[in-house]
């Protein structure tokens, strides 16, 4: 994985939240958490596995909505940061934080409804050794995201601290064909890079953010959005 050693650092899980999803990153944290509902709803009552779950945002809010759910990451920094914004919370469901590695799972086969990885697969060395492990402990579905190859981010990927693994379309439908996973919905946006969202004002953020999301949502600008949100089940 790219990155391990960097987002182990006290200091970078202390200002993580604070660096990508204050200001205009609130958008982007909103749209986000909003795909995941999406695509496990009804969450009540579902078992979740969250891989490299960070800080907790979307582990917090599942369990928030009354998901059983397990917060997996490599970083105890990170981890710490999720366990304080549990203590904040209400959860109507379960929520346990765990330090794992995301390529040996430590859970049975058909351990969860759904196994989640947000923000993961743009580090992934071995994206498909990945999923595969991602499918092997869920029994229903798995939902992930990917930094799209012809999109804004590929301009500026060279600049950032490691830099990210960028996908097409047909990347990523080879990958599930590869681990046996059935396409039930992708969502493509963000034609804007994440990185102007981040440096400005939620003010200046909102009336960019309108103009993207009236301009894309088509298939011809979909085609250069920044993300995917993949909602895939097993065979």
């Not at 086969?109 to 092997?136: G, K, Y």
């Not at 946006?189 to 994440?194: E, G, I, R, S, V």
Request: aromatic share 10%; charged share 30%.
């Amino acid at each position: 994985m790219k990155g391990q050693e960097w987002y182990q650092a006290d200091d970078v899980a202390q200002e993580y939240d604070d660096k990508r999803f204050s200001k205009g990153g609130q958008l982007i944290d909103r749209r986000e958490k909003e795909a995941v509902l999406e695509a496990i709803m009804p969450v009540e009552d579902r078992s979740v596995l969250e891989i490299a779950c960070g800080t907790g945002r979307f582990t917090v809010m599942l369990a928030e909505q009354g998901a059983d759910v397990v917060g997996l990451d490599i970083s105890a920094a990170m981890l710490q940061q999720g366990r304080s914004k549990a203590r904040q919370a209400d959860p109507d469901g379960t929520l346990e934080f765990l330090r794992g590695d995301a390529g040996r799972l430590p859970f049975p086969d058909d351990h969860f409804d759904t196994v989640i990885a947000m923000r993961f697969f743009h580090l992934a060395d071995d994206p498909e050794a990945f999923l595969r492990e991602m499918r092997r402990v869920s029994r229903d579905q798995i939902v992930f995201d990917t930094f799209n190859r012809f999109s804004a981010r590929s301009v500026y990927n060279w600049a950032l601290p490691m830099g990210s693994r960028l996908y097409s379309k047909s990347e990523v439908s080879e990958l599930l064909a590869k681990t046996n996973l059935t396409l039930v919905d992708v969502e493509d946006d963000f034609l804007a890079p994440y990185g102007l969202y981040r440096s400005i004002p939620n003010a200046l953020a909102s009336p960019i953010r309108a103009l993207d999301e009236a301009v894309g949502g088509h298939p011809i600008t979909d085609h250069f959005a920044s993300v995917s949100y993949w909602n895939t089940e097993l065979r």
